[in-house]
């Protein structure tokens, strides 16, 4: 009589605790914060010398759902020497082609969020004179 009232007991104690242990794992499931979805996003940016002078390009992503603005401001040392604005719904290539001054040591580019002017990206590029 005690061997089965000491199974019967070990029985629901594995039980309970199995219970618990999946109760315990889809707590975790649920409450793991999900990744946080980058919106958008400058790939590929790069500055390529042409035969007539440079071209700033890069690929923009806008994962999205509806379409959203962007300025583009493009710099030649502290001076601004392009600013334009951009509609992007999924995706675009920015291509933007100048011939630098003489004396110019490098470029910048940097996209803002036109709604709230929150920088997006932002990288300078340093020119070489041959």
Known sequence: MLKR???TNF?????LSMVVLASLLMAMVYYVPQAEKN???V???ELIKTSSGWALQFDMLNDEDRKKEYTVVVTS???EVDRHDLVVH???KYKYSFIP???AQGVSFSVYNKADST???SDTYYLLND
């Open 43 to 45: 790939r590929r940016a």
């Open 119 to 121: 920088i997006m990206a």
């Open 11 to 15: 029985k629901w104690v594995y039980a």
């Open 101 to 103: 001054r003489e004396d």
């Open 39 to 41: 919106y958008t996003e």
């Open 90 to 92: 999924g995706g675009c």
């Open 5 to 7: 009232i000491k199974q």
């Open 77 to 79: 040392d502290g001076r």
